[in-house]
């Protein structure tokens, strides 16, 4: 499915961006235009952000699922412990503090996050509500050697009610709703305010999952906002998505495209992934 992006940089442009994983096959890159570094940077960034707030979204949800109906290689976090603090009040806290390794292998991962829930709430409910913080939450690509590191606190929602583990057999998907922000230090110590409004709708297409992303943010007159914020250029820039962003498992994605129009002038770009 077709993926439409807009950013905003500064006061005076405005982009369309097209994301896609490319396949396995080698793919013809548009000539570089120096015009086009913001879209570039902005467009890594956010990938980047987005793969280590996915790790911290899969351990939230597998520790608030109590491990249930996983298979013993989706257990708990690699290389992870996870704590739970005494009640306070009516408030439970758990720990995820890292030390090492993801299960995969391809990610690094130290720092702490912080899950707060309700104790008479269950996750599985539908409108049931979390609050989580990262706590210098440091996550390295093993492969590129690039690292990114996250402080801020988000709210996640149960939209629909169920768990990952019972699509198929017992839900047809799972929505959540993840927002808050974000403070994000890249690798060479540029520090940005991000803010996020993700909606993710799971579901399964024969065994592999599926996940469907759409913005759900309003600012500054858009509306259907998944990031906001100020780029590593001191830009603001704005990120819409005005039609669903399908992931789905594939053999080996190395790529993504953009599709990039500025001040009548067009161009496509495939950026690597990390």
Sequence with gaps: MKTTRIFTLSLALVLLAFFGLTSCQKSKSSVDNPNTSSIQ???????????????????????????????STE???????????????????????????????????????????????????????????????????????????????????????????MIPQFRTFVTTKDSGYMNVIFSDSTSKFWNVRRQITYTKVNTNLVSTVDGFGSADGYDNLVLWGINRNSEQFYIQILQSVVHRQVACPVKYKVDWYKNGNSGTLYLFLP
Aim: hydrophobic share 35%; charged share 15%; proline share 1%.
């Design 75 to 165: 257990g708990l976090p690699c290389h992870a412990t996870v704590d739970s603090m005494s009640i306070a009040i009516d408030t439970m806290t758990y720990y995820i503090t890292y030390n090492g390794a993801n299960c995969r292998g391809n990610l690094i991962r130290t720092g702490q996050i912080e899950i707060s829930k309700h104790v008479g709430t269950k996750w599985w409910q539908a409108g049931a509500a979390i609050t989580y913080k990262y706590i210098n939450f440091h996550v390295t690509h093993v492969k590129s050697g690039k690292s990114i590191t996250l402080n801020g606190r988000k709210t996640l929602v149960n939209v629909s009610g169920g768990l990952i583990f």
């Design 41 to 71: 940077n902005l467009a890594n960034d956010d990938n980047q952000a987005n793969a280590a707030s996915d790790e911290a979204l899969n351990d939230i949800n597998t520790v608030l699922s109590g491990n249930g109906g996983l298979k």
